[in-house]
């Protein structure tokens, strides 16, 4: 966590870059604090328990039987004493209006924050943050202060995968009033389960969810009971593994103590359950599910919830206004994000061959710009295959789109840290969620539940 870099394209010497740097070395000195009293100072979870700390997380206590479960409680304390004095301004982009905080949240699987954005300025507080990626987990923490944990099982099951007891999850993570997510789709099964009973095995939670990530979030939502789960998946989510999955989900979640929103309609195919296109809000055609969880106990005081409205306008959001919104000139942009003439004509002889065949690949070649743009996928950084600038200066290969355009489509602000490397960038942007989406959905919960 102590490689950083510069953003790629953004401004030098900002506030937020200031701010960023003094808690970088608020950050430093805790980890240092905490390695004296023998934690390890090159493992990520150290970093991401010293930032935890930092942003005065009162269930300090649980963490520490975590990372540190058999450390000295004397020389904890003191560390943990030196650490609180420090108490640097977190990072958050600087065009984005925090509101008063009225609830907490847990923010898993959480990417490079795009959940966070949205639930911060609806006035949550986040309390604890898990993502397995390595530099999702950097460009996180450069944007909010915040290191999240790694791989969410480490807190939900023991070393053999069989999941942890409601008590001992309640022991090692804090209690939050709200769980996001866009957790993998991972078909179902009951093989797990029946091998387990057949063998005499205690395996938790009885449930159809075995051994996938959605089961770690029904575990962590028996364990702390949170008013609700805010969750995140592919737009085919309903016809899944043969609507196996949804039913699976929808199964689960009541019997956890929630009611699923938007309704589940049998009479209906429910191919676009819960879908929501982010043309809606910006020009990207991108459709994927979105769940509101309510506690079943909540719904006679504050309602049923009701998705917001996310109608396609009838004059579109335009790609062209999205480019524009990038101050880097043109004759820049192709100089830097431009594919190279050999994977151009690869692109143009693999398209022509498909089309003879009457299948499969096509180049995205952006020629109308006053439309949206396709979906951004996390592949896009390997060919650009799927959205290309046309150069229209000599006709030459057409542009990638920039990262901090694929920002902008994701509806990122414009102050958001950005890796330095495209890779990373492309790749990040690809995964994320649309913020606008999020936010609009996170502004609604807060002003009904909280």
Same mark, same amino acid.
């Given at each position: ?14 506030n ?19 390695s ?14 010293a ?16 990372v540190?479960p ?32 009225k ?21 949550g ?12 987990k ?5 944007n909010?202060?915040v290191? #999240? ?10 070393v053999?995968?069989e999941?942890?007891?409601i008590?001992e999850?309640r022991?090692t ?6 769980i ?35 089961e ?13 789960l ?28 929630y ?28 459709r ?7 506690r ?18 009838a004059?579109p ?21 431009a ?19 009457g ?12 439309g949206?743009? #396709? ?8 060919d650009?295959?799927d ?24 509806t ?12 990373p ?26």
């Amino acid at each position: 966590m102590n490689s950083i870099g510069s953003t790629s394209d953004g401004p030098s010497d900002s506030n937020g870059d200031r701010i960023r740097r003094k808690w970088m070395v608020a950050l430093c000195d805790s980890v240092k604090m905490l390695s004296l009293v023998g934690l390890n100072e090159k493992d990520e979870e150290t970093w991401a328990l010293a930032s935890h700390l930092l942003n005065g997380e009162k269930n300090v206590n649980k963490l520490l039987k975590y990372v540190s479960p058999s450390q000295s409680k004397k020389d904890m304390g003191k560390a943990l004493s030196e650490i609180s004095k420090l108490a640097p301004q977190k990072p958050f982009p600087d065009s984005q209006k925090r509101s008063e905080s009225k609830f907490t949240f847990m923010d898993l699987f959480a990417g490079i924050g795009g959940f966070h954005i949205a639930l911060t300025k609806s006035g949550g507080e986040c309390v604890f943050a898990s993502e397995i990626d390595s530099s999702a987990k950097l460009t996180y923490a450069m944007n909010f202060g915040v290191v #999240p944990f790694g791989d969410i099982r480490r807190f939900t099951r023991n070393v053999d995968g069989e999941p942890l007891s409601i008590r001992e999850i309640r022991e090692t993570t804090p209690k939050a009033d709200l769980i996001a997510g866009g957790f993998p789709c991972q078909p179902f099964s009951k093989a797990g389960v029946s091998s387990r009973n057949h063998h005499g095995i205690a395996h938790g939670l009885l449930c159809e969810a075995q051994g996938t990530l959605f089961e770690d979030i029904l575990l962590l939502a028996r364990a702390h009971k949170p008013k609700i789960l805010l969750l995140e998946n592919v737009a085919n989510l309903s016809v899944h593994d043969g609507g196996n999955t949804i039913r699976v989900i929808r199964s689960e979640i009541k019997k956890a103590g929630y009611e699923i929103f938007p309704r589940w309609d049998d009479r209906l195919r429910n191919r676009a359950w819960g879908v929501i296109d982010s043309q809606g809000v910006v020009a990207q055609r991108r459709r994927r599910v979105y769940m509101v969880c309510v506690r079943k106990d909540l719904i006679p005081k504050y309602g049923e919830f009701e998705l917001p409205d996310f109608t396609v306008p009838a004059s579109p959001f335009r790609l062209r206004d999205v480019l524009a919104m990038d101050d880097i000139s043109e004759r820049e942009k192709i100089r830097k994000y431009a594919i190279s003439s050999n994977l151009w004509k690869s692109h143009l002889k693999r398209e022509r061959a498909h089309i003879a065949k009457g299948n499969g690949f096509r180049i995205g070649i952006m020629n109308n710009l006053d439309g949206p743009a #396709p979906t951004l996928v996390a592949r896009y950084f390997k060919d650009g295959k799927d959205c290309l600038i046309p150069n229209k200066f000599d006709g030459g290969p057409p542009r990638m789109l920039t990262p901090r355009e694929c920002a902008f489509l994701q509806t990122f602000p414009k102050d958001f840290w950005i890796p330095e490397f495209k890779t990373p960038a492309y790749k990040q942007f690809g995964n994320a969620i649309t913020v606008k989406i999020a936010e609009k959905i996170a502004r609604k919960i807060a002003k009904q539940y909280f």
